[in-house]
């Protein structure tokens, strides 16, 4: 499989597990063995991490396993530290990515140390914000840079612990189309019954890899119990995933290919006519009302039009969450117009 497979504990808990840890993700075919030695937790008095000890740990895994281990960082004693023991791929977590001080401080710390920097996204969904950290490392020296998809926080009440945004995934693969770009499914599933399909997805939009929590005993993990799999799942999952190659000469394939996109070339067309006619229609809306002296903003006309599409949506099968995307930009662009 050409992918970049990491996998391993949320957190280094005990030289034993780290060891046991190591083997299993190696034998489930990952090339990089990940363990969190520092932890940033979001309420005080959870397991913050061993800390410096398990870099020991980890170098172990190294030396008598033979795999590559990784751990987080998130200051310049971090750095030091990991460097001292000969831990040098490092990631930078999602709530150390939203702080330029914080990162340009690492980068700084690796100035001249060869280093590989896996950098998470921020827990907000800035695609600038992830770029501009990615840029410090490489203004430093880096040149391994390789950017960690694990989701993006969300209020509401979803079916993963952080929201995949994949259009924002998209959007940094057209940005930086030349940084490698892997998926973390653990943390955008918060289940380990809903990694497989993350998994899937990132493979299935060409991702470059993947990073997965995997624990000897994840009953009894200390940190993100519920997400991380046992090894003879991960290996299970990685032994099923699909890849699919980037493209194909087969002539029935092709030939299908392009009768669909001539299709859709096509709806794309309507949709812009269609716009194009809608925006008129509201410049003429908007001069109605400023004859007639009325304000232009009326809640319960746009009320009535999101329910109409809502429920057009629905019988047609669409996503609602892209209907009220779209519609929202469109009204937004409508009110302009008046
Ligand atoms: C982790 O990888 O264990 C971790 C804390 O990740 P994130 O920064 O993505 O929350
Ligand atoms: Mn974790």
């Not at 019954?193 to 000897?216: F, S, T």
């Not at 519920?226 to 032994?239: N, R, V």
Request: proline share 4%; charged share 25%; net charge negative.
């Amino acid at each position: 499989m050409n992918k970049l497979i990491i996998a391993g504990p949320c957190s280094a808990e005990s030289r034993a597990q780290v060891l046991l840890a190591a083997r299993a993700v190696k034998a489930a075919g990952a090339e990089i063995f990940r363990a969190g030695a520092w932890k940033p937790r979001t309420h005080p008095g959870g397991f913050q991490g061993i800390g410096e000890e398990a870099l020991d740990w980890l170098a172990e895994a190294q030396e008598t396993v033979g795999i590559e281990a990784a751990t987080e960082v998130a200051s310049a004693a971090h750095v030091r530290l990991c460097l001292e023991k000969g831990i040098r791929t490092l990631w930078i977590g999602a709530r150390t990515t939203t702080n330029p001080f914080l990162v340009q401080e690492i980068a700084d710390a690796l100035k001249g140390e060869y280093a590989r920097v896996l950098v998470k996204n921020p827990v907000n969904p800035d695609v600038d914000l992830w770029m501009g950290a990615a840029e410090r490392f490489a203004a430093s020296g880096v040149n391994d840079i390789i950017l960690v998809h694990r989701g993006f926080s969300n209020d509401l009440e979803g079916r993963y612990r952080n929201d995949p945004k994949w259009h924002v995934i998209l959007k940094v693969r057209e940005r930086m189309p030349d940084l490698p770009l892997i998926c973390d499914p653990s943390h955008i599933a918060g289940k380990r019954e809903l990694v497989r399909e993350i998994a899937q997805r990132a493979m299935d939009l060409g991702l470059d890899g993947l990073m997965i929590e995997c624990h000897p005993n994840p009953e009894e993990a200390l940190s993100d119990a519920a997400q991380q799999l046992t090894p003879s799942q991960l290996e299970k999952l990685l032994s099923g995933l699909v890849i699919r190659v980037p493209d194909s000469d087969d002539a029935a394939y092709r030939d299908r290919l392009e009768m669909l996109r001539s299709q859709i070339d096509s709806l794309d067309a309507d949709i812009i006519d269609s716009l194009a006619r809608r925006m008129e229609i509201s410049r003429l809306i908007g001069a109605l009302k400023r004859e007639n002296g009325i304000s232009i903003v009326q809640p319960a006309r746009w009320g009535r039009v999101m329910q109409d599409a809502f429920e057009r949506a629905e019988a047609s099968g669409l996503d609602q969450d892209l209907v009220n995307r779209i519609f929202s930009l469109i009204h937004e662009a409508s009110v302009k117009q008046q």
